[in-house]
């Protein structure tokens, strides 16, 4: 199974800066110590050609220069560098190339992206460029160019905070499917109309969010028929996210996992996967629920190699 990283391309942050970028290499380091079957893989730069199928030429410009207006880039919350561009361009490649991946191989994912907040003319909430959108209208148009089909991708997002940009720019494309399930009154406060939103209250444990989560799969079942799941896997409804708000337990987020797995494997579906956020007090225990997930991920391979129920 292939996992794509590009955590080598390492932001200048300032002291004291709340992201926690050191989650990727240590994640990268477990990954490669402990699940032996999940291979790493260097991310590929995406290019503007691939950007430009969701972003705009003046956007995808300034954050390739550093000119972006000053309140464009305090919006993404990282402060400009070449690094944070080339990063950015990596991101989304991971998530290109493991998509390209898993239609064949069944799963493959980005040891990063999950840069939801991002819309087609602006970043926002630490992310640059959308590889969610970026990676869904590529296959898209790969999927058209080689096969002639019409390919119809399902956009799972269980990070705790509502996928705003991705929304946006999928308001109107009945070919994508965008379900969201997220902390009602977490960031974003001016959230976007997904096709699929389900907010949760402050607190929220791990029986009724998977109760909602087996509602929404059965809802996005009932209203679209994918050829395609992007699973947005954030770490931060976990109760030791610092920034979640919700109260789910490790083996809460696992069975999470696990739900949308066997819901993919029902119907043959390959999945892509990418990590989104992460903030826990202790950054060890947001790169645990990340092992889960790679670890149940892993299962779903060998599922699909094995061609076993």
């Not at 800066?17 to 730069?45: I, N």
């Not at 809802?219 to 699973?231: A, E, G, K, M, S």
Request: aromatic share 8%; net charge negative.
């Amino acid at each position: 199974m292939h996992a794509y990283y590009a955590d080598h391309f390492v932001l200048p942050l300032p002291e004291g800066h709340r992201f926690p970028m050191h989650k990727y290499s240590r994640l990268r380091d477990r990954l490669s110590a402990e699940l032996p079957g999940v291979q790493m893989c260097e991310a590929p730069a995406a290019s503007d050609g691939e950007l430009a199928l969701v972003h705009t030429p003046a956007y995808i410009q300034g954050v390739a220069t550093g000119g972006l207006d000053a309140a464009v880039q305090r919006e993404i919350g990282f402060p400009w560098s070449p690094a944070m561009a080339e990063r950015a361009r990596r991101s989304v490649g991971a998530t290109v190339a493991a998509a390209r991946d898993a239609l064949t191989q069944g799963v493959a994912g980005n040891l990063a992206g999950g840069t939801h907040h991002a819309y087609a003319h602006k970043g926002g909430g630490f992310c640059v460029f959308n590889d969610i959108a970026v990676t869904a209208r590529l296959m898209q148009a790969e999927a058209w160019r080689l096969h002639r089909q019409k390919m119809r991708v399902a956009v799972i997002d269980l990070d705790v905070h509502q996928g705003n940009g991705t929304a946006h720019i999928f308001a109107k494309d009945p070919t994508v499917f965008t379900l969201s399930l997220h902390g009602e009154k977490n960031f974003p406060f001016r959230k976007e109309a997904s096709d699929l939103d389900v907010g949760l209250p402050d607190g929220c444990t791990d029986e009724p969010y998977l109760a909602a989560l087996h509602q929404a799969l059965q809802t996005l079942q009932d209203r679209f028929d994918p050829h395609l799941v992007i699973y947005l896997a954030g770490a931060d409804p976990h109760e030791g996210d610092r920034l979640g708000r919700l109260k789910l337990t490790a083996d809460g987020m696992q069975e999470r996992d696990r739900v949308v797995m066997d819901w993919a494997w029902q119907r043959k579906l390959p999945v892509v996967m990418c990590m989104g956020g992460g903030y826990g007090h202790d950054i060890e225990t947001t790169v645990q629920v990340q092992m889960q997930t790679w670890d149940v991920a892993l299962g779903y391979w060998q599922r699909w190699h094995n061609q076993q129920p």
